[in-house]
């Protein structure tokens, strides 16, 4: 934990010394003594230490420095640090000066020069004054700190990112804490720069103004760049499937890389709770099984990547992937195992709020901002449920909104169950949103119920939309077969009136999990037929592992 700081201000260079080294001698095993020789200096380094989430303990200025004398120096930091304590150092004709400013301007102590033996002349009135300090002292945040609006995408976007990837972070609203004092001499610290929203300051100092994700991920040492370009095994998508791979791939000594564009855990990460997974049975969050699953693989070597794919080519025996940053990485075996992303709803409204009250997914950042308010959520499959399970913790009432007329052909029995038993849960049969409304974030939404053709137009805060998911396979649409919804086809389902693929080389029909192009595999819920279960992803994620050590035998 950083040490608070005991900052002295003296223009004349010998004084200064003198006194750093007396503190330091003194105060150097609890406190962090730095010296400034001008008080201009002095207050744009308590704007940084500011920023930076310090603390400041004591401020000791001397009374007479030129363009601004002591107590201005001290009131002025004051405005910044307004616990520290402050004090003066005069000479015996600013005596009187600094009385006046004991009584006049909140300076707590005065120490005439020169205080030698300081044991004598300034440590014991310095032990009472840091004494006080510390009966009220609370040690500051030593984390990543965002600052940003509730209601912007932006910020929801990063915050999302820092959430999924379990980074720790503080996060301040600066519109809802616009009257805390302590918001308001941050902001003044940074200056114009506090326009830039989302801000994000790191415990080094540095910050990043309208941080995005990619360079959040940068700063925080989620790698972006491949240590090689060449991988035997390189995996895309780093859900459930792609880390089974992963895990399976490295422990059986092939090199491997795991390239994930968001946050390991796919989908399931943004589950709350998964029952139906084999050894957990009381569940365990998708956080949680992610997390575990991301230690195992790093632990077997595999090389985790967070960029995004976005093209494929193969030349000779090599797969070639091209990165969202332009640059590309070679392999020998490709597994795709990129999952399906969130169906959009389309209704008037809807885009234009997307962040702003409205989201698709779990949203595990927005849970906890629903408190006591009324939130929506639209879908009647798991995803749903476990939704409006989880935000019926916070909220004052979750409303699940199903065209059908039940849940029942939907949503697995201990999910209906358990939503019954919910009180502040309620389900809304016939309903689908028609359209939503509010200026910078959502305020309401119509409903149209299909029962009685009528619509109606609701108050409402937060809308989670959980309406089915397909793949998003465009990046391999000329190099990959697909179905007519995008599902990557493999092994059996590329024969066709006995025939192998069109351009297939091999003497051998494609693997189970093959797709048209020999060494590129497809596993999970991207693939053709797949089950759209955790456990089938993982099955197929570390059964593919043995067809691509066939594979690799041949190449
Ligand atoms: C809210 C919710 C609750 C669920 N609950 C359960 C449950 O209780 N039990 C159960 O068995 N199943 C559950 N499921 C379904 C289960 O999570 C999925 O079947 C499973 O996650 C599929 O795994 P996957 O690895 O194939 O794909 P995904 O989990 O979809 O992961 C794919 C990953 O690939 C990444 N990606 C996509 N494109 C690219 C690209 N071009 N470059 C880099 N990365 C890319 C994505 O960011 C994503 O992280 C739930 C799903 C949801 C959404």
Redesign the pocket.
Known sequence: MAKPILLSVDDDSDVLRAIERDLRSQYGAEYRVIGSDSPEGALDLLKQLKVRNDSVALLLADQRMPRMDGVEFLQQAMGIFPSAKRALLTAYADTNAAINAINHASINFFFLKPWDPPAEHLYPQLDDLLDDWQASYRPTFQGIRVLGTRWSPKCYELRDFLARNRVPYQWTDVELSANDPDTKRLLEALGPEAANLPVVLFPDGTKLLEGVPADVAQKVGLRTRAQTNFYELAI???????LAAAVYGASEGLHTVM?????????????S?????LGFPTGLS?ADLARRAVVQAQRFGVEILT????GVRAEGPYRIMKLGDGTELSCHALMI?????WRRLEAPGIDRLQGAGIYY??GATEALSCKGEVVYVVGGA??AG??AMNFAKYAERVIILVRGESLASTMSQYLIDQIKETPNIQLWTHASVSEAHGETHLEEISVLCSDTGKTERVPASAMFI?IGALP?TD?LASVVERDERGFLLTGPDLIRDGQRPKGWTPDRDPFLLETNVPGIFA????RHGSI????S?VGE?SVAVQFIHQYLSKV
């Open positions: 895309v998508g780093g859900g459930p499937a792609g390239i994930e564009r968001e946050a390991p855990g796919g989908q399931a990460g943004m589950s709770r998964i029952e139906n997974y998708g960029q995004e794919v976005v195992a990129t999952g399906v992303q997914g779990g798991n995803s476990q939704a959980f998003q990046w596993v999970g819920d991207v759209k279960r955790v456990a992803g994620g």
